[in-house]
Nanobody
């Protein structure tokens, strides 16, 4: 089975930056894509960013485009989310999802990001 672990969350002031990491381990797999989602209090989980592993192609929600950057470390099977110009409405639990080529989804436990005014 696959383990997915997020880290790097914390509390920052508006305008600040954080970099989240998502490390995968366990049974070997071929990654098709890795995604970041987030869930704010009282709201449904929403898509943030996706990276296609083979090509490096990236996709972003409009709300974060130009501020967030998703990237990967192929050797470590790790994905990052660089978050700049953070806003209070970026406050959420951020979840990483790994999608193997064989199908299915593997979710991490989430990491809390809190942005103060």
């Amino acid at each position: 089975q696959v383990q997915v672990v997020e880290s790097g969350g914390g509390l920052v002031q508006a305008g600040g930056s954080l970099r989240l990491s998502c490390a995968t381990s366990g049974r070997t797999l071929s990654i098709y894509a890795m995604d970041w989602f987030r869930q704010a209090p009282g709201k449904e989980r929403e898509f943030v960013a996706r990276i296609i592993w083979s090509s490096g192609s990236t996709y972003y929600a409009d709300s974060v485009k130009g501020r967030f950057t998703i990237s990967r470390d192929n050797a470590k099977n790790t994905v990052y989310l660089q978050m700049n110009s953070l806003k209070p409405n970026d406050t959420a639990v951020y979840y990483c999802n790994s999608s193997p080529n064989t199908g299915g989804n593997y979710w991490g436990q989430g990491t809390q990001v809190t942005v103060s005014s």
